[in-house]
Structures are given as C-alpha cells and as structure tokens.
C-alpha cells in the first residue's frame, strides 16, 4: 500500500523559496502509470493542484504558479520535491503531496499525503 | 474563477438521497473524480472514472456524468457524509489539472 509523507519548514520568510519533500513508500515513483503531484489548502478555502511530475521525470505546472514553480524527483530516495519561489503571505497553506493515475481521458488522486501547513510570515 | 464550478453548499435530511453537482467544459472530454474531505484531514477520493469506487467506499457513493455536468449522488445519506466534496478534472486544454471551488453538505 502506497503512502505519502511530507516533510519541510513550517514556517518562510516572505521572498524566500519555500521547500518541501515528499517521501513515497510502498511504491516506485519511476515506475507505472502515475504521476506525483502537489495540492495546496489555504485555511478555508478550496484546494489548489500546484503541479506534477511523471514516472518519466517530466513535469507540468498550474499556469497560474508556473513561473515560480518548480517539481522534482529523486529516485535513490523515492522522494520528490516541491520548491516555490518569491512567497509571499498568499502562498500560506496546507501542502499536499498525492499520487495521481491518468490515462487519455481520466485523472484520479489516491493516496493523499496527510498533509503540512506552511506559514509565510516575517 | 475555477473552471469547474460546484454549489458552494448542499442539505439533506438523514436517510435521503442528494445529488453534488461539478459543471464544466471540460467535462465533456474528460472524466471527473471526487474527493470528500473533513475537518483537518486530507481529501479521500470516492469516486474515479465512470462511476467507480475505491475500496472502502460505501456503495451509497456514485457518480454519473452528462455533457458538461457531472453528479455525485450519495443515496441514504449518514450522519458520517458531512463533509467537504470536491471535484476535479482536467482543464480545457487537457494539460492541467482543475478543481471544483467545492461543495460543503450538511446532513439534517
């Protein structure tokens, strides 16, 4: 059974790089029909995809974070890793790492990360 | 503004059936799944594709699809269905991914 882990800083300064790992056990995130991907939760509000990486290492981003974005994988460690640049208060959410299956005409998200909150504040 | 649009709240009386509704262009392409999430935990996906659902899913759960509109239909509702549900698919484009602004049910 496949479980997600995330791990990082609660808590960037404004302007800085916020970082997060994503430990994946159970499974291969080079291997199968999946892709791996990042959802964010403000306090409130809806959930947000970030962006996601393929088994092939290639990625794809929301366009309206794309230019600060930044989704990679490291295989030795079955990790992948979320960077997003220049915070700033609006980027304060819960950030979660997913497993996502696709074909030509469907996506689902299973399993879910528990979850981190991250704080942007000075 | 997401381009998948869903009621922001929904009721029902315990025992009843209701109908959660996802509407978008996209949807006439691409399948949706949905996700139910509660209070300080993660979403849980309850139903993908056609109309399927995970294991552990009560059959209470299903899903249809028509045009540009698709449904979660939760039949006899419990008191335990009180939750957030999301939905989500692809954009028009195909590229990227979209979520529903979501749906908040109460169960009277």
């Known amino acids: 059974q496949v479980q997600l882990q995330e791990s990082g800083p609660g808590l960037v300064k404004p302007s800085q790089t916020l970082s997060l790992t994503c430990t994946v056990s159970?499974?291969?995130?080079?291997?199968?029909?999946?892709?791996w991907s990042w959802v964010r939760q403000p306090a409130g509000k809806g959930l947000e995809w970030i962006g996601r990486?393929?088994?092939?290492?290639?990625?794809n981003y929301n366009p309206s974070l794309k230019s600060r974005v930044t989704i990679s994988g490291d295989t030795s460690k079955n990790q992948f890793s979320l960077k997003v640049s220049s915070v700033t208060a609006a980027d304060t959410a819960v950030y979660y790492c997913?497993?996502?299956?696709?074909?030509?005409?469907?996506?689902?998200?299973?399993?879910w990360g528990q979850g981190t909150l991250v704080t942007v504040s000075s | 503004s997401s381009e998948l649009t869903q009621d922001p709240a929904v009721s029902v009386a315990l025992g009843q059936t209701v109908r959660i509704t996802c509407q978008g262009d996209?949807?006439?392409?691409?399948?949706v799944s949905w996700y139910q999430q509660k209070p300080g935990q993660a979403p849980v996906l309850v139903i993908y594709?056609?109309?399927n659902r995970p294991s552990g899913i009560p059959d209470r759960f299903s899903g249809s699809s028509s045009g540009n509109t698709a449904s979660l239909t939760i039949t006899g509702a419990q008191a335990e269905d009180e939750s957030d549900y999301y939905c989500?698919?692809?954009?028009?484009?195909?590229?990227?991914?979209?979520f529903g602004g979501g749906t908040k049910l109460t169960v009277l």
């Open positions: 997913v497993r996502g299956y696709y074909d030509d005409i469907d996506d689902w998200f299973d399993p």
């Open positions: 159970g499974g291969s995130i080079s291997s199968g029909s999946y892709h």
């Open positions: 990486m393929y088994s092939s290492g290639s990625t």
């Open positions: 996209s949807l006439r392409s691409y399948y």
């Open positions: 594709g056609k109309n």
């Open positions: 989500k698919s692809r954009d028009r484009s195909g590229n990227h991914l979209v």
